[in-house]
């Protein structure tokens, strides 16, 4: 993983990978993953959330991102992509939602876009997807993607369910 990282690094595709791991957190409730993997990248984009957290503290924490459903739903049931992207919306994020294989999104296309925001620092990705894939227990999950490696075709995938997996690289394709 380090040879990985450090190749990727060089090669300019994890410049938005610091701004993440100073807001990394782990899900509070089992099914909080999307809401994590928004408070996070909001943090991440240093958007006010345009109320308190605790104290004076201005910050996003999953217990805020309640404007499109209430957070007794999302704890039985979780979120939705369409719901997630209303979340980071209504909450002053630049959404755009391009679910994999509608019209628009090719495997080219998601590769070129994951290359273009992993080099930016000013943008971010959240994947949802289902954890069988890559024969990890559970099923739909939300992260962060923190970096590509254009060399292998790997992203590294910033598991908001920490006590689950730590980081980890997977092939783009999947």
């Known amino acids: ?25 782990t899900q509070d409730e089992p099914a909080f993953c999307g809401l994590a993997s928004l408070a996070m990248t909001l943090n991440a984009l240093s958007i006010d959330p345009r109320r308190t957290w605790k104290g004076s503290w201005r910050w996003f924490h999953e217990a805020m991102l309640d404007c499109c459903r209430p957070l007794d739903a999302v704890k039985e049931e979780g979120i939705t992509l369409y719901q997630a992207s209303c979340l980071a919306r209504c909450n002053g994020a630049r959404v755009e939602l391009v679910p994999y294989g509608s019209a628009g999104l090719s495997l080219e296309r998601f590769r070129r ?15 949802s997807y289902s954890r069988k894939a890559f024969l990890q227990t559970g099923d739909g999950h939300f992260s962060p993607i923190g970096g590509y490696h254009r060399g292998r075709d790997l992203v590294l995938v910033l598991d908001v369910a920490r006590f689950k997996y730590p980081p ?7």
């Not at 990282?5 to 990394?24: I, N, P, S, V």
């Open 1 to 25: 993983g380090r040879q990985l990282f450090q190749e990727a690094l060089l090669d300019g595709t994890m410049t938005g990978f610091f701004k993440l791991m100073e807001q990394f957190n």
């Open 113 to 127: 876009e994951v290359e273009a925001v992993c080099g930016s620092g000013e943008e971010h990705i959240v994947v």
């Open 168 to 174: 980890h690289w997977v092939p783009l394709p999947m």
